[in-house]
């Protein structure tokens, strides 16, 4: 299994709609992020861990998960990269690839040194455009499909069936 671990705050300061969110309230960003990596979670079928620093939200440390994203809060005084550093060591095993995605050069260095992989936050952001826009398109395909019958129907039967499956008259 894949697992990417982000750097919450590195990402948030570096997309333009989530540094957008983050100058009128963090927790938007935040909230937004969480979000998006749940989009790239699905997509994906990647574990997904956000890291955010205690800075931002002090108090003791916090794990949660939301939309099926692990998202944690370190505790005071601890950065995120000293979280994800742990996390990259801990979960490091031979069926698992770690990524990380930060634009930190030095988190950069000292995680590919523990043996996980890098993504920039300029790369994960193109993908995950990418994603969102395979996404959207596969919506838009399931929504235009006709509903196929194995019976053959006259178009005007065939609507008549239709108002009746959608509850119209």
Do not use: C
Not at 37 to 61: C, L, N, Q, T
Not at 78 to 100: C, G, T, W
Not at 128 to 133: F, G, R, S, V
């Amino acid at each position: 299994m894949n697992i990417l671990l982000v750097d919450g705050y590195n990402i948030i300061g570096d997309w333009p709609e989530l540094k957008k969110l983050k100058e009128d309230k963090l927790a938007d960003a935040r909230d937004r992020l969480i979000e998006l990596m749940a989009e790239y979670r699905s997509y994906k079928g990647w574990r997904v861990i956000i890291v955010f620093d205690a800075h931002f939200v002090p108090g003791i440390e916090a794990k949660n998960v939301q939309h099926e994203v692990e998202v944690i809060f370190t505790r005071e005084n601890e950065s995120a990269d000293e979280q994800i550093e742990k996390l990259a060591i801990s979960l490091k095993n031979r069926r698992d690839q770690v990524y990380v995605a930060t634009s930190d050069m030095t988190e950069q260095w000292v995680i590919f040194g523990k043996g996980a992989l890098r993504i920039s936050a300029r790369e994960l952001q193109i993908e995950m455009e990418e994603i969102q826009k395979k996404i959207s398109l596969k919506v838009k395909e399931i929504q235009e499909q006709q509903a196929f019958s194995k019976i053959h129907l006259s178009v005007e039967v065939a609507e008549i069936f239709e108002k009746w499956r959608r509850g119209q008259k």
